[in-house]
């Protein structure tokens, strides 16, 4: 129906809003999360690759100290010069970590948990490329490590530090061989902590004190995560990279950057859970989940250095002449893989523990998502494979409203000639020509609304997809067939290149890869069922949106391309076959 002189009619008025809010909606998507992604990934990657590449010390910087932390008796002292990471492992003896998803190795110099690299994880989908290397010495570049104790009320009293040398019961750590590590004070208090590791990626950390002497004391158990200076992050909206936790029942997540401008955040709590989470990496500390204590998240600097700490100190313990204490806690050091970290919620009570992973404020499409997803893949064993059922079964969900959209666009195409005659007749006098057009659209019981529907549909499971390839790990290098290795990055091909043939490597705003082409033309191929605009502007407008969206698309996850290039293939059969039904040519 025609709106004022000029004006477009109410079908097209509508359809262009549609898409005008999905273009809007696209290009914030790239702009503000996408493009901001691949440049902090690749800033990331290559901050990685040059950690890891490195031979020698990096003379002339100051070291990466461990933290003048606010637990006592904790801390460690600054160097002259950050060491390689090789230099520092070296420089304490150690117990070598041995397991099936971990390696690595503990400190035998302060008892820390500060060498450990994940087995099943790259930095590339090169099969040649190094491992994930996730907590790093003390003393060495980019510090990350974990480490518990016992602090005492009494300064007298001496309790082992960032310098005790600790006696191993052996030299291997193996999820079936635990190690014990010990030392005595010298004043009557032996200190003993018994390290267990899991086959994947939770260690049961259990310290014990004997008192020995002839009069009590009282210590308090503690343990903290440390990571110094600020890593690379996505920086954006959809995805939290920093400190994180579940407190008093309540999830915390904290960025970096707040937390350097706030200084530190106390909370206490009965059990709970807390640490530092990067994308896909969590190092976590859980205390026993029956005991009350006092955790923190705490920012600090050291010689302009900064470093970030979450940390627990669980209540005292009252220790007599002749008796013993004990405390159990435990550290999580490794991917967050959704089953893993669910199977660890239910098992040891951790609660929200799955919520390491940021399915945001739309988790109530993205986890579904996501267990659909999972579940496919686990029976396929193709992630690629997966999302192409998924689209199928979402067609299937949606089909009575898709196929009542598809039939009133069949119906609007049928009755392109009609309009086109009420046109003719009325000429300029545009309220009689929508008049008779509304008549027109009521006898023919057609509602031009309907066929923004598959749209509209189509944008809520779009952005849920989106979040699922990219917070999740299990996304993360999941390759598709031919040319597609890692469906949560874009389609590495391009056609300025002839899709690698010529040896040249075209700018980021012309690498068009195959699949967002194949996206393109079938949109392209759509947009053709559909009914023409009569207002040639219109017409033009609307035959530039494939081109639009193919550029647009290119730099999205190759995952995500598939999905729209598979879900407009769909539509595509779908609408065919109503209008075969209905007698209306394509």
Known sequence: MAGPVGGPTMENRNMILAIVLSIAIILGFYYFFELPRMRAQQAALEAQRAQQTEQQAQTGQQAVPGAPAPLPGAGVAATAAAPTRAEALAASPRVRIDSPRLSGSIALTGGRIDDLVLDDYKLTTDPKSPKIELLNPATGKDAYYAEFGWLPPDSAVKVPGPDTLWQASSPTLTPDHPVTLSWDNGAGLRFERTIALDHNFMFTITQRVVNQGSTPVTLYPYGRILRAGTPHTAGYYILHEGLIGVLGGTLHE??????????????????????????????????????????????????????????????????????????????????????????????????????????????????????????????????????????????????????????????????????????????????????????????????????????????????????????????????????????????????????????????????????????????????????????????????ALPVVFTFMLAKFPAGLVIYWAWNNLLSIAQQRFIMWRMGVKP
């Not at 859980?286 to 209540?315: C, I, M, N, W």
């Not at 940021?358 to 109530?364: K, M």
């Not at 990055?489 to 082409?517: E, H, K």
Request: aromatic share 12%; charged share 20%; glycine share 8%.
């Open 254 to 543: 904290i960025k970096y950057k707040d937390l350097a401008k706030d200084g530190s955040l106390k909370q206490g709590s009965t059990g709970g859970w807390l640490g530092i989470t990067d994308k896909y990496w969590l190092v976590a500390l859980a205390p026993d989940q029956k005991q009350p204590v006092s955790a923190e998240f705490v920012y600090g600097q050291t010689q302009g250095l900064p470093h970030y700490q979450a940390d627990f100190r669980a209540g005292a313990a009252n220790v007599a002449p002749g008796a013993s204490a004990e405390n159990s806690s435990r550290l999580f050091a490794g991917a967050k893989e959704v089953k893993l970290l669910e199977r660890y919620r239910d098992e040891l009570g951790l609660p929200l523990f799955e919520r390491a992973v940021d399915f945001g404020l739309l988790w109530f499409l993205t986890q579904p998502i996501f267990w659909v997803l999972d579940q496919i893949y686990r029976f396929i064993g193709n992630f690629g494979v997966a999302i192409l059922l998924l689209t199928v079964m979402v067609k299937l969900l949606f089909l009575p409203l898709a196929n009542k959209s598809y039939r009133s666009m069949s119906q609007m195409k049928k009755l392109g000639p009609k309009i086109q005659q009420l046109k003719e007749r009325y000429g300029d006098d545009r309220m009689r020509q929508q008049q008779a057009m509304m008549e027109l659209y009521k006898r023919e019981k057609v509602n031009p609304v309907s066929g923004c529907l598959p749209v509209v549909i189509q944008i809520p499971v779009f952005f849920a997809l989106y979040k699922v390839l990219f917070v999740t790990i299990e996304m993360r290098h999941a390759p598709f067939f031919g040319w597609i290795h890692d469906l949560s990055s874009p389609d590495p091909t391009s056609v300025f290149n002839l899709f690698g043939l010529v040896p040249w490597d075209p700018p980021a705003m012309l690498a068009i890869g195959a699949w967002p082409l194949i996206m393109g033309v079938t949109m392209f191929l759509q947009q053709k069922l559909n009914p023409t605009p009569p207002d040639p502007v219109q017409a033009k407008m609307f035959m």
